[in-house]
């Protein structure tokens, strides 16, 4: 049957009526000019009642995510640090919601980042450890796959002006340098700040730490990172004052609180809890100068910030690294404290203050969340993220994905977030055995879980009463999630080759 076009009158518009609304208005016995009448009526609320819903939604809103480096679980004033002031990261937990459950995929740098710009873990895309400069391997220079499509690529197709200011780690030489994978403007550091000739605990030869203005070395920093955190900082607000009138996405990605810990004179001494609270209050002052950039620029109500770390903290450095809180271990584990972190988020057009949201999520989800707020379309390879913003924005309570898998080392799979529960495998993890001090490493190693651990998460947050033996049933489950998991992305600790697995960038 065809269908056909009504004029509205109203609205000076022309809409196709649905064929139910036909069938409707046909079979009532009404005359001609009252089904002509009844059809522009009904069509004409549908469209008024679309119009009032399309403006009381809010618009594509800019975004800014800042992202800290070996900041721990219990290093913001919400998860229960109380050493130091930070009034404005505390401000986006006040005017927005924290996440109380929010992973990163795996415990260390290269691989943390790749899964925020990708939306997949990122043994998915060949990316392990920490990536070491391109002049001390002997291998070929390595990066993330320029076949892979990241945040800002994808954000760029919609208009969105993209930068980052800060640590990459994903890439030192072109092609896998910032600007070629997505973002417009870049201005930072190619890799970790301790990969550098003034590295106390240096094992290698490092060289002077570069800094890049897009593709170029413009510095390099040989004994001296003190004005790091404002330089990264005056740029990011100048990006904001720069794109404000368009949409725009904004990568603060600081170097710190990994060691070495710097600040500048202004901010040295100023927590009274040593340095690294200094540094902490430097990066909170940081993130005022975004906040008000934004509140200047008029962009404030529709900015959209996320607020979060890349791992837990390297205990091993004492008094010069962060805490885990009441979680179990940090950086470089798959325990809690390795890799749940601070974060939080606001919106103050699309999203109503909420206090605590616990949860399950990531760091995958962070790129189909963003997208589908946006408007963006997703990759076309398959990412393994997926939309969690119902969660966050309290319309849904359950987890978007039935489990999370913890990925570490090479590709082995070492734990399994499922409900309230974790799984642990046996697997190398580092362990802390002596904690350093003023900058100067302890010791820690590796060691062998030497059997299945599980742990109920809502009442022993801190890991510490293995329920394996008391509920097979739920081993079983989660089994059964891991091994569909290492079919797709394999598991070295059994020996199965995934066959999903994309490699890495090489040259």
Request: charged letters at 20%; aromatic letters at 10%; one cysteine or more.
């Amino acid at each position: 049957m065809n269908i056909p076009l009504i004029s509205l009158n109203r609205l000076s518009l022309s809409v196709f009526v649905p064929l139910s609304l036909l069938v409707t208005v046909l079979t009532t016995g009404c005359s001609p000019a009252q089904e002509a009448s009844t059809v522009n009526d009904a069509s004409s609320q549908m469209t008024l009642d679309t119009l009032e819903n399309k403006a009381d939604e809010p618009k594509r809103p800019n975004i800014v995510l800042i992202l800290t480096d070996d900041q721990g679980y219990g290093d913001t004033s919400g998860f229960g640090q109380t050493q130091y002031e930070t009034p404005n990261i505390d401000s986006i937990a006040e005017n927005g919601v924290m996440l109380s459950h929010f992973y990163v995929s795996q415990p260390i740098c290269s691989t943390s980042r790749a899964s925020i710009l990708t939306g997949a873990y990122a043994n998915r895309l060949g990316i392990s450890y920490a990536l070491f400069p391109t002049a001390l391997t002997d291998g070929p220079a390595v990066g993330l796959n320029p076949d892979e499509e990241t945040l800002p690529e994808l954000l760029k197709e919609q208009g969105y002006a993209t930068g980052l200011f800060g640590k990459w780690h994903l890439g030192d030489v072109s092609p896998f340098l910032p600007t070629e994978h997505g973002f417009d403007t870049y201005y930072g550091i190619p890799y970790s700040n301790d990969m550098w000739s003034g590295n106390v605990n240096k094992n290698y030869d490092f060289g002077p730490l570069p800094v890049f203005d897009q593709d170029q070395i413009v510095e390099t920093l040989t004994d001296d990172q003190s004005n790091l955190t404002k330089n990264i900082t005056e740029r990011s607000v100048a990006f904001i004052e720069k794109n404000a009138a368009s949409p725009f996405f904004l990568m603060l990605a600081h170097p710190q609180p990994h060691v070495p810990l710097f600040v500048s004179k202004e901010f040295e001494g100023k927590s009274g809890a040593g340095l690294y609270g200094d540094v902490i209050m430097e990066i909170d002052w940081s993130t005022g100068q975004l906040i008000d950039a934004l509140k200047r620029k008029g962009v404030y109500e529709n900015t959209l910030v996320i607020y979060m770390s890349d791992n837990g903290p390297w205990l091993t450095y004492g008094n010069h690294a962060g805490s885990s809180g009441e979680l179990r271990n940090g950086k470089q584990s798959t325990f809690e404290g390795g890799v749940r972190t601070p974060a939080h988020i606001q919106w103050p057009a699309g999203l109503a203050k909420q206090d605590i949201v616990s949860t399950p999520m990531m760091t995958i989800d962070l790129l189909p969340t963003l997208a589908k707020l946006t408007g963006a379309r997703l990759p076309e390879k398959e990412i393994d993220g997926k939309d969690i913003w119902p969660i966050i924005s309290g319309k849904q309570s359950e987890p978007a994905h039935e489990a999370y898998f913890f990925y570490f080392h090479h590709n082995d799979l070492s734990a399994v977030r499922y409900k309230q529960w974790k799984l642990y495998y046996p697997h190398r993890y580092n362990l802390v055995e002596q904690i350093g001090n003023n900058g100067n490493k302890g010791k820690s190693g590796f060691v062998m879980l030497d059997a299945i651990k599980l742990y109920d998460l809502d009442n022993d947050p801190s890991e510490t009463v293995d329920l394996s033996a008391e509920r097979p049933d739920i081993v079983a489950e989660i089994e059964a999630l891991a091994d569909i998991k290492r079919a797709e992305l394999g598991d070295d600790l059994r020996g199965i080759k995934g066959r999903e697995n994309r490699p890495m960038g090489s040259l």
